[in-house]
Structures are given as structure tokens and as C-alpha cells.
Nanobody, 121 residues
Framework: EVQLQASGGGLVQAGGSLRLSCAAS????????IGWFRQAPGKEREGVSC????????YYADSVKGRFTISSDRAKNTVYLQMNSLKPEDTAVYYC??????????????WGKGTQVTVSS
């Protein structure tokens, strides 16, 4: 059974940092695309950052480039999202998701429960 357990959300002031973690299990970590998505109140879910296995690329939304960094630890089957210089507009529920086809898109196969990130101004 595929499981994705996200953690690390919280309340932070603008300009601060948080690191999200997603512990994955139930699949071969290197075979699946895995990444982070977010949904703010009243808005559609959007991609934040994702690691594609189909072409080895790492993707970032334009709004987070230069501030967020995605990384993974194969030994721990965990993917991280380091978020720096946080802005109030980063406030959202953040989800970890994985896809067996190996590429990143909004309809990933598997989704974890979200973790709330709130950035105060």
C-alpha cells in the first residue's frame, strides 16, 4: 500500500523558513515521480515542486523559484521541501504526491494528507 506522510507545517512570520518532509512507503522510491503541491483557500490546487523520474528533471513553480528547494533521501524514502523567504501568499495546505508513471502533473496517482503552512505578515 502506497503511503505518503507529510509533516513540518506550521505558523511562521513572513521572511521565515520551514522544511516539509514526506515519508514514502509502499513503492520503489526511485521509480515514482514525487513532489509537493498546495491549495490555498478558494484557489485551485497548484504544483509547487516535483522530481520527475521520466527525465530526471526537477520542477518549480515560478512563484517559488529561488526560495524553495526540493530534495530527496533515498535511504529514508523521504522527500523534503525547504521553504525560505516565506511570504503570506505561500499560505496553503501542502500535499505530498507521487505518480507511478514517473512524471509530474496535477493528477498524481497517490496523495498524502496535507500539512498546513501559514505565513503571517
Amino acid at each position: 500500500e502506497v503511503q505518503l506522510q507529510a509533516s513540518g507545517g506550521g505558523l511562521v512570520q513572513a521572511g521565515g523558513s520551514l522544511r516539509l518532509s514526506c515519508a514514502a512507503s509502499g513503492f520503489t522510491f526511485d521509480d515514482y515521480a514525487i513532489g509537493w503541491f498546495r491549495q490555498a483557500p478558494g484557489k485551485e490546487r497548484e504544483g509547487v515542486s516535483c522530481i520527475s523520474r521520466s527525465d530526471g528533471s526537477t520542477y518549480y513553480a515560478d512563484s517559488v523559484k529561488g526560495r524553495f528547494t526540493i530534495s530527496s533521501d533515498r535511504a529514508k524514502n523521504t522527500v523534503y521541501l525547504q521553504m525560505n523567504s516565506l511570504k503570506p501568499e505561500d499560505t496553503a495546505v501542502y500535499y505530498c504526491a507521487a505518480d507511478s508513471r514517473g512524471y509530474c502533473h496535477l493528477r498524481m496517482d497517490y496523495w498524502g494528507k496535507g500539512t498546513q503552512v501559514t505565513v503571517s505578515s
